[in-house]
């Protein structure tokens, strides 16, 4: 995938959210074997941040006077949340989590789940698989599992109960060490900082905000309401610096995102080609940009020339080291055998269980690609 302009995530760099991830695990006395140099932490608390889809374009467009350590760093691949959020909690690389999409086939679970909301495809509500946790569906090792760490989650209310939370958050050596507090706004996640930071110490305060990505989906960013966004994003952005200011004796402050988007303008259904269909063992998965295909067959030229895709088969993928290191079961129960990536910026791809009204058909916003738009994250570390 050479020479297509594309943007490479370097999980050896400290500028990556791997080595974030992996600099997280030993701040809390964590034992990982990562890959290459890992993000150096100091202090003894720690408040970590998370503004999903705050892309270094939008960070760096808020021109923001911050007085932490400001990195522009790469994110993983694909930068799905539910790929970026599992690396962040596991201090692994997508490819040995296995989380590779916002849809994800298993073999262990025998089909196509939401790995958000941990149901099958074309099942409605959350959590619905409940014969066998995420946790023992996919091999994702926790960091905060194994320490005993005081933790505070500040979160938007739906990613509050949701089974990712479940398994990165409560699953704990010890019941009662982690407290989850949702809120609504970033108004209520400010005030609710804030009053942590004045109470008590936890050993982490943990902060999810769900914009700018929820706008960005809805609206895009490159339409008028990215003044909006911007707005809201100084907002935060200030309001954080100040705190981080006043709380540095008592706690390290670390604030990233996850990916950006980039706005689309053209839609490829999967659902009306029946010749690609006919070949596939299961329908296509993984994420709007990045899309996988379980095949017997070689549909290399097929999705190249009729979808315009830059193709890799899956041995590429594991060699290209686009996924970080590669696991055993990840490579036989989870990867297809090839990957289709965007190569225009204003295209995505999907596979529809609910026909024409399916809402993330008008999503305007997406990611998971490999442009820099989508692939460059700030990380701010105050210490």
């Not at 760093?73 to 590779?100: D, I, K, N, W």
């Not at 009662?176 to 809120?183: D, M, V």
């Not at 899309?291 to 190249?304: A, I, S």
């Amino acid at each position: 995938m050479e020479g297509q302009g594309f943007t490479w995530p370097d999980y050896s760099s400290e500028s990556n959210l791997y080595s974030l991830s992996c600099g997280l695990a030993s701040f809390f006395d964590v034992k990982r074997q990562c890959i290459g140099r890992q993000l150096e932490l100091t202090g003894k608390r720690l408040v970590l941040i998370y503004l999903d889809a705050l892309s270094w374009d939008l960070f760096s467009e808020a021109n923001v006077r911050l007085s932490g350590k400001v990195m522009k760093a790469t994110t993983v691949f694909p930068s799905t949340t539910a790929a970026a959020l599992s690396t962040l909690m596991t201090a692994q690389a997508p490819g040995e989590h296995g989380l590779v999409g916002y849809t994800v086939f298993n073999k262990r679970l025998g089909g196509v789940i939401n790995g958000i909301k941990y149901s099958y495809m074309g099942e409605s509500g959350s959590g619905t698989i409940d014969y066998v946790s995420l946790g023992s569906a996919f091999p994702v090792r926790p960091w905060l599992k194994e320490t005993s760490a005081k933790v505070l989650a500040l979160m938007s209310g739906s990613a509050a109960s949701g089974e990712l939370t479940k398994t990165y958050l409560n699953s704990r050596p010890e019941e009662g060490l982690t407290k989850i507090k949702a809120h609504s706004s970033s108004f209520e996640m400010l005030a609710a900082l804030r009053e942590a930071l004045e109470g008590d110490p936890y050993d982490m305060i943990y902060v999810y905000h769900d914009n700018p990505d929820h706008i960005g989906h809805g609206y895009g960013f490159s339409s008028e309401h990215r003044d909006l966004i911007l707005e809201e994003v100084r907002v935060v952005l200030n309001h954080i610096n100040k705190l981080a200011e006043k709380y540095r004796d008592k706690y390290t402050f670390l604030l990233l995102s996850d990916h950006g988007q980039v706005t689309v303008d053209k839609v490829y259904l999967f659902n009306n080609d029946e010749e690609l269909l006919n070949k596939l063992e299961v329908p296509p998965y993984g994420d709007s940009r990045a899309v996988w295909f379980r095949t017997r067959e070689n549909v290399r030229d097929l999705l190249r020339d009729r979808y315009s895709l830059e193709v890799m088969s899956k041995q590429e993928v594991i060699e290209s080291g686009i996924l970080g290191r590669v696991s055993d079961f990840v490579a036989n129960n989870v990867l297809g055998d090839y990957l289709g990536v965007a190569k225009s910026p204003t295209v995505k791809y999907h596979y529809t269980y609910r026909g024409e009204d399916d809402p993330a058909l008008r999503l305007r916003g997406n990611h998971s690609g490999m442009t820099p738009e989508e692939m460059y994250i700030p990380i701010v570390v105050w210490s």
